[in-house]
């Protein structure tokens, strides 16, 4: 299901607002609303609460607003931020990046991809400062559903009057399910990455440099559940979004690419083949029969740690027990064995979450288990880690180079990854790199 963003500004058409969000939950999107202050002189909050079935927010500060960082939980949990309709106000503050309401702030934090759809008088739309705002926000990646001609509130008749609402919503579904457009994010202004949706085939791969052609990428993506009985498990928050994320780049490198996924709340990219093993041991397994054929291995699974001793093979009943406990035996480390029994030129890449000493955990890690790479995530960052669209690491190298990511999208860290892994193979076909 699509998440849209729909902001709404203070124009007599906030009233379309209102059939734009009907028509997008026709759609099949899950919509949430945001208001500017203006915007609820024209329509009431309540109309959107109460189709919806949730909180509009006007403002942060608000005392009824549930949420207090509204605006970085709001943006980052969408698909596309879609603001219907746009006053030159807002148009003016997201171009110059003022961020003193709700959804200026909101437009600030946001990595989804963003549509506007203004509406105002024709001289104000023809205003040269309005079309440096627009020409400014197009180049930052924004798109535009330009406003049509037509008889407008003012009585005056140019363009000025917001596009139908069906064409606006045609369009925003077009932005948010087309593989090739970008989000705001790309820097590189080549369009390789799209919305935030890891279940699609994310990467245009005509735009996308073949730099993987040849190798043979292994990846184990997800969280593992550990049984304790036939219904009950211990796992974790993973996604699999992150190594999706890069399974999906891999692939539009031009590696062939096998996942082995353990649960994930999104689904596989396209075009790659996929071995599900949802235990620890299980997972192991799989890796280890797919790893002599590999040449690339990415360890982006949280995998437990450890796992029941003794699973029971039917429900264990609670009548007659007040505590439990549960023993617990650990579970073989899929990543150090790799590395262990690695064959020549495999480039071996893990991941660690951390919470604490980040750099310094994962170094160990680095070492300890013989690895060439490690991504460390600091899952304590808002916007880092389990479950988010985006994420925040730091790539170290064996030879102790380092780089660090700040928030980006997960598909643009994935390339960021796989970016350090073609220079290390470049550097293993010239010998001047050993893995
Ligand atoms: O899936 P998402 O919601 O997008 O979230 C992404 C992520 C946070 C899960 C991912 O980016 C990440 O950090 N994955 C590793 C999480 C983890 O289990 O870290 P760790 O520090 O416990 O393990 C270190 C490395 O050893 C990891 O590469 C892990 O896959 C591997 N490992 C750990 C234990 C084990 N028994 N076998 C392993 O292979």
Redesign the pocket.
Same mark, same amino acid.
């Given at each position: 299901m699509k998440r849209i963003g729909l902001g709404v500004t203070g124009g007599i058409a906030a009233y379309k607002a209102v059939e734009v969000m009907r028509l997008l939950q026709r759609s099949g999107c899950d919509v949430t609303v945001a208001m500017t202050r203006h915007a609820t002189e024209f329509v009431r909050p309540l109309t959107f609460r109460a189709l919806t079935d949730k909180h509009v927010i006007v403002d942060d500060y608000d005392p009824d607003n549930p949420d207090p960082i509204a605006h970085i939980n709001f943006s980052q949990n969408i698909d596309l931020l879609l603001i219907v309709p746009a006053t030159a106000n807002i148009i003016a503050k997201f171009a110059n990046g003022v961020a003193d309401d709700f959804l200026s702030s909101t437009y600030l934090a946001c990595t989804a991809p963003v549509m506007i759809a203004p509406a105002m008088n024709t001289t104000m739309w023809e205003q040269p400062a309005m079309r440096r705002n627009v020409e400014q926000l197009r180049t930052d990646g924004v798109h535009f559903v330009e406003p049509v001609a037509g008889e407008l509130a003012c009585k005056t008749v140019g363009t000025g009057k917001l596009e139908d609402v069906e064409n606006i919503v045609a369009q925003a579904m077009a932005l948010i399910s087309n593989a090739g457009s970008s989000t705001r994010m790309d820097e590189s202004g080549s369009g390789s990455t799209v919305g935030l949706n890891p279940s699609q085939h994310f990467f245009n791969e005509s735009n996308t440099k073949r730099d993987l052609e040849g190798e043979r990428l292994l990846i184990? *993506? @997800?969280g593992t559940r550990e049984a304790i009985d036939p219904v009950r498990f211990i796992s974790n928050?993973?996604? @699999?979004?992150? !190594?999706f994320a890069v399974a999906a780049a891999a692939l539009a490198r031009g590696a062939e690419v096998t996942v082995v996924a353990g649960a994930t709340t999104v689904e596989p990219p396209e075009g790659v083949r996929v071995i599900r093993a949802m235990a620890?041991a299980e997972m192991h397994e799989a890796v280890m029969r797919e790893m002599p054929k590999s040449t690339i291995f990415v @360890?982006?699974?949280?995998?437990?740690?450890y796992a029941p001793s003794n699973a029971a093979d039917t429900k264990i009943k609670k009548e007659g027990r007040e505590t439990m406990t549960l023993q617990l035996t650990k579970?073989?480390? &899929?990543?150090a064995d790799v590395a262990r029994n690695r064959h020549e030129g495999l480039i071996v890449v !893990? $991941?660690?979450?951390?919470t604490s000493d980040v750099i310094e955990y994962a170094r160990s890690?680095m070492e300890k288990?013989g690895l060439d790479i490690v *991504?460390a /995530?600091d &899952?304590t960052q808002r916007g880092a880690? $389990? /479950?988010s669209d985006t /994420?925040i690491a730091t790539i170290i190298s064996r030879d102790g180079s380092s780089r660090d990511l700040s928030l980006r999208p997960?598909q643009e860290m994935a390339q960021d990854i796989l970016d350090v892994v073609a220079q290390l193979r470049a550097r293993t076909t010239e010998g001047t790199y050993r893995p």
């Open positions: 184990t *993506v @997800g928050h993973s996604s @699999g979004k992150m !190594g620890a @360890g982006a699974a949280a995998v437990a740690d579970t073989p480390d &899929i990543l !893990g $991941f660690a979450a951390e890690k288990k *991504v /995530n &899952i880690g $389990f /479950n /994420n997960k």
